[in-house]
């Protein structure tokens, strides 16, 4: 409504993976909250406005865990708990992508 904004939606997780199982079958976009607030950083100071989507690529919950250090991981399926778990909850960033490789958001 107001056409001199920007609102910056997001997704992301503890800098350390804090469970000792990850879904092997659950997709995620989230980044460690360090990394994430540097991008969401970049878009602010830029010119952007609208609605972007800022997160990493699209990787399973267990992928993310082992990027996030955990050496020893035990792997566990959607249909292993009691509720219900969504098989994709990673964010569409090529709008971020596109407005890095054009130039428009510069990485830090």
Known sequence: MYD???IVRTTFSPNEFPHDKAFVDQYTSRENV???AKMIAD???SDIKGVINVG???KTV???ALKL???EMGALHRDEVNVPIPFDTSLNTNKYKELINKGVI???
Request: glycine letters at 10%; a negative charge; zero cysteines.
């Open 62 to 64: 267990f992928d993310l």
């Open 43 to 45: 878009v602010i100071n």
């Open 106 to 108: 510069y990485e830090s």
């Open 69 to 71: 250090g955990r050496d």
């Open 34 to 36: 360090k990394d994430i």
């Open 4 to 6: 001199n904004s920007l």
């Open 56 to 58: 990493g690529q699209r």
